[in-house]
């Protein structure tokens, strides 16, 4: 079974601290993509990626960065955190496979920005 | 510009009961269709997909969905609900090709006993 992990379940900062989410997946997949998930709006996608050191924007990146340095691996940083970014954050892979683009999720960090 | 709209952001069913979940969606290529669900806080699993072929597709825990292209729909449906179906089910519309998946705002299932 595909595997994929997150760094915290649950993230309490303050307001101007630097976060960084973790997420690694362990199924050789080559895209990676961070949501953040609220009530009423679904999930939007932030940054993505489909290679190592490649990286593309989402709906909504203001206010995020990204790094994949190794295959696995995917973080998500928040710069300067500040309240509007209180929310749950989803991390998802998939493969590049011509019929099949579905993707599977980490468990989620619920982040809190105090 | 793709977009997924889910009817009823809260559904309520009696447990042995039919479910039904409507998603419409908009793409501007043939779509691959998917609807997920969340348990309490977990993150989001695959029920079932519709990449090509046959227009009805079954997925996990007795759900199915059928592809209706004239309609622009994909609605989930469950004959008998049961009380661990209690979840938060979202549609999806990837356009064929594309590494973006719009999600629909979701529909928050309760059933009652």
């Known amino acids: 079974d595909v595997k994929v992990t997150q760094s915290s379940r649950y993230l309490v900062k303050r307001t101007g601290e630097k976060v960084f989410l973790e997420c690694v997946q362990d199924m050789d997949h080559e895209n990676m993509f961070w949501y953040r998930q609220d009530p009423g709006l679904g999930l939007r996608l932030i940054y993505f990626s489909y290679d190592v050191k490649m990286k593309e924007k989402g709906d909504i990146p203001e206010g995020y960065s990204v790094s994949r340095e190794k295959k696995e691996r995917f973080s998500l940083i928040l710069e300067s955190a500040s309240t509007n970014q209180t929310s749950m954050y989803l991390c998802?892979?998939?493969?590049?496979?011509?019929?099949?683009?579905?993707?599977?999720f980490g468990p989620g960090t619920r982040l809190t920005v105090t | 510009a793709q977009s997924v709209t889910q009817l009823g952001s809260h559904v309520s069913v009696s447990e042995g009961a039919l479910v039904l979940l409507r998603c419409n969606y908009s793409s501007s290529v043939p779509p691959y269709l998917f609807w997920y669900v969340q348990y309490p806080n977990q993150g989001l699993q695959l029920l079932l997909k519709y990449t090509t072929g046959a227009t009805l597709v079954k997925g996990i825990n007795g759900f199915e969905a059928e592809f209706k292209k004239s309609e622009t729909s994909f609605h989930l449906t469950k004959p008998s609900a049961h009380m661990s179906d209690a979840a938060e089910y979202f549609c999806a519309v990837n356009p064929q090709g594309g590494f973006k998946t719009i999600f629909g705002a979701g529909t928050r299932l309760f059933v009652k006993a």
């Open positions: 998802a892979s998939s493969l590049m496979l011509l019929h099949s683009y579905e993707q599977y």
